[in-house]
């Protein structure tokens, strides 16, 4: 992409769906065109607008990594592009299965806010609840889904081009599609693969392109389902209490939830 052309990237996925690893890839590949603006690093929502309001005063697109898990939280970063005329809005939305996210988790020791695979299964079984899928009336400009095989555990130069490349020639895709029907994550998710307790033995396609991808899996036994917080058993490490805990505002905040 040209200098000359500003965009606010809106990431959106679960907790371990693979958002940190492309924005950081993204802001280390063309540091003099992208700012990552991460809300694990900075704190708060706030100080993820002060950076990205100050990157495109500079003449850098941005690049918002934090869950965005809804339609609200998605409008804020979107009028915040409204003050900067000619500034565009791509979504990237990771299309990670539940279940890939909560092995991802269970094995993850540097997250700077979940520091245990039994709070990281937390989080995510509340986040899944909340998670609605971007839609094309929203108003931004392109927007795609990356399943797990198109994703990278470290992703070269030309693997970032390739993907905005497809970000971008989705405009045309969006202004001739008629508007979608809203439904949330979790209802696809029940339509489309027998709901969200599915065994993870039946999800084979799903873990061997992530296998393939470089996920890191956990060395023990993983033949039991990996479920949401409602019916996780002790081979997660979470107890099925866990689904009607609330998750503190500070570590919402922390996580990029409003």
């Not at 998605?74 to 791509?90: D, K, N, Q, S």
């Amino acid at each position: 992409m040209s200098n000359a052309e500003k965009v606010v990237l809106i990431l959106v996925g679960l907790v371990g769906s693979g958002k940190s690893a492309f924005a950081t890839a993204l802001e280390s590949h063309f540091p003099r065109q992208w700012r990552r603006c991460n809300q694990d690093d900075l704190g708060n929502r706030a100080q993820v607008e002060i950076l990205a309001k100050n990157s495109l005063r500079k003449g850098l697109s941005v690049c918002i990594d934090r869950t965005n898990i809804d339609e609200s939280q998605r409008a804020h970063w979107i009028r915040l592009a409204h003050e900067f005329p000619g500034t565009r809005v791509w979504v990237i939305f990771f299309d990670t299965p539940y279940e890939i996210c909560a092995l991802r988790l269970q094995r993850r020791t540097s997250h700077p806010t979940i520091h245990s695979p039994e709070m990281g299964l937390s989080v995510l079984s509340r986040f899944a609840r909340d998670l609605s899928v971007p839609s094309a009336n929203e108003g931004f400009h392109c927007m795609v889904s990356l399943k797990p095989v198109d994703t990278k555990v470290e992703y070269s130069d030309s693997d970032i081009v390739t993907i905005l490349d497809r970000v971008r020639s989705s405009e045309a895709v969006m202004q001739s599609r008629p508007k979608p029907m809203r439904i949330s994550w979790a209802e696809r998710r029940g339509q489309s693969r027998g709901g969200p307790t599915r065994d993870i033995k039946n999800q084979s396609n799903y873990l061997s392109r992530a296998w393939q991808q470089g996920t890191v899996f956990p060395t023990q036994n993983t033949s039991s389902s990996i479920k949401p917080a409602t019916e996780v058993d002790g081979d997660t490490g979470v107890q099925a209490g866990h689904t009607h805990e609330e998750v503190s505002p500070l570590l919402k905040d922390l996580l990029g939830v409003d």
